[in-house]
C-alpha cells in the first residue's frame, strides 16, 4: 500500500518516529530474559521480503525460550519503531500462547484467525484487522525497525480477552508482567 507513495516524501517524514523507546517492551520494567529468535532473520537483520508488503507478505516463524516458572500464558506484540506516526505502528497481537518455550511457523499469523495453534487470541493490529500487517514502510523513509515483543504474564488480564488492541495490551501490561523478550527485524525501501 505505501510502496507507491514518492520517496521524496519518504524522506521529509523520515525525522517523524516513535523510536525504541515508544514500544511497549520499553514500558515494561522487568527483566528482558526471554530469547526470541527467527531462522528467517537475525537480531537487528534485515527481514526478508516474503514476510513484508513487497512479497507474499506471510507472517515470519518465531520461536522462544527461557519463559520462567509462573508464567500461565505469553502475549506477542509485533510493532514498527520507526512508523511516521506518534505510536509505534501495531503490526500483530497474539493472546493466549502457551506458557512455556514455543514457537510460531511462517504464516501461522497471515490472515483473520489464522494461528496454527488452537486456543489463541488474536488482537487487532493499526488496521483495525485481525491478523499479521506485513511490513510496509515508506520509500525514502529509511530502516525501519520491527520489534517482535514477547510478554510472560503471571495471570490472564481480563482487557485482554476477545480481539484488544494496542490501548488494551498496553494496559494489561501495567501489572502481572514477570519477563519478557525481544527480536527486532529491519526493513528500508
Known sequence: MLQNLPSGLGRILSGLRPGINGLLFAEVNVPAVIEVSSPAFTQGGAIPA?????????????????????????LLVVEDADSPTPRPLVHAIVTRLPPGDGA????????PGRPGLPGLGIGRNSYFQQGWLPPDPPPGHGPHHYAFQLFALSAWPEGLNGNPGRSAVRAALRHGVLAKGCLIGTYAR
Not at 508488503?53 to 520462567?68: C, T, Y
Not at 510460531?104 to 497471515?110: I, P, V, Y
Open 104 to 111: 510460531l511457523a511462517a504464516g501461522d499469523l497471515s490472515g
Open 50 to 74: 516474503l514476510h513484508t508488503a513487497d512479497g507474499p507478505g506471510i507472517s515470519p516463524p518465531l520461536s522462544w525460550r527461557g519463559v520462567p516458572a509462573g508464567t500461565t500464558a505469553l
